[in-house]
T-cell receptor, first 111, second 113 residues
Framework: GESVGLHLPTLSVQEGDNSIINCAYS??????FIWYKQESGKGPQFIID?????DKRQGQRVTVLLNKTVKHLSLQIAATQPGDSAVYFC??????????FGAGTRLFVKA | NAGVTQTPKFRILKIGQSMTLQCTQD?????MYWYRQDPGMGLKLIYY???????DKGEVPNGYNVSRSTTEDFPLRLELAAPSQTSVYFC????????????FGPGTRLTVT
């Protein structure tokens, strides 16, 4: 069945270091992968997405890598800041506008 | 633009009661979604709509109903509330068919006792 999972439930990094959040997916038919950030008490906020025909996409301080061979997705945050503390979700879309979310990784940024 | 708005922000229901969660977007998005988020978990898709008059089931539709009579509004109906429906409910809309940037509302926290 469809599922999106995360390797680690929590991640703690030092301010200024780079963060890497990992995600595994199981549906090889998914055509789009998306990362969202959710701050406490708020709705998720879009960060970046990547099509299945790409293996890398960069945004402002973020990079998403897609490895279809092992069905793995990662979000890299450069120079992590206190404002990056949040829960990060990966999600996949199978082409029917049905988006499946994973359980999330909580990122703690230590000053 | 106000974006995606949801009402109410909080609600406590007794078992067996009914209610409608309201969702409105002013961005003229065709695609709209309802998710629930249980504590410490990800979002589960309840229902979604690709346009006015068209709705489809998501991962966890049982116990819920939706309608989409206009582009702007996508209400979620709970007919017989159960404790298992205690959750935070998020409504979202999608910009275009070629983008997966969903815009989320602030959520409705529902408790069923």
């Amino acid at each position: 069945g469809e599922s999106v999972g995360l390797h680690l439930p929590t991640l703690s990094v030092q301010e200024g270091d780079n963060s890497i959040i990992n995600c595994a997916y199981s549906n090889s038919a998914s055509d789009y992968f998306i990362w969202y950030k959710q701050e406490s008490g708020k709705g998720p906020q879009f960060i970046i997405d990547i099509r299945s025909n790409m293996d890398k996409r960069q945004g402002q301080r973020v990079t998403v890598l897609l490895n279809k061979t092992v069905k793995h997705l990662s979000l890299q945050i450069a120079a992590t800041q206190p404002g990056d503390s949040a829960v990060y979700f990966c999600a996949e879309n199978t082409g029917g506008f049905k988006t499946i979310f994973g359980a999330g990784t909580r990122l703690f940024v230590k000053a | 633009n106000a974006g995606v708005t949801q009402t109410p922000k909080f609600r406590i229901l007794k078992i067996g009661q009914s209610m409608t969660l309201q969702c409105t977007q002013d961005m003229n998005h065709n695609y709209m979604y309802w998710y629930r988020q249980d504590p410490g978990m990800g979002l589960k898709l309840i229902y979604y709509s690709v346009g006015a008059g068209i709705t489809d089931k998501g991962e966890v539709p049982n116990g819920y109903n939706v309608s989409r009579s206009t582009t702007e509004d996508f209400p979620l109906r709970l007919e017989l509330a159960a404790p298992s429906q205690t959750s935070v409910y998020f409504c979202a809309s999608l910009r275009t068919a070629d983008s997966y940037e969903q815009y989320f509302g602030p959520g409705t926290r529902l408790t069923v006792t």
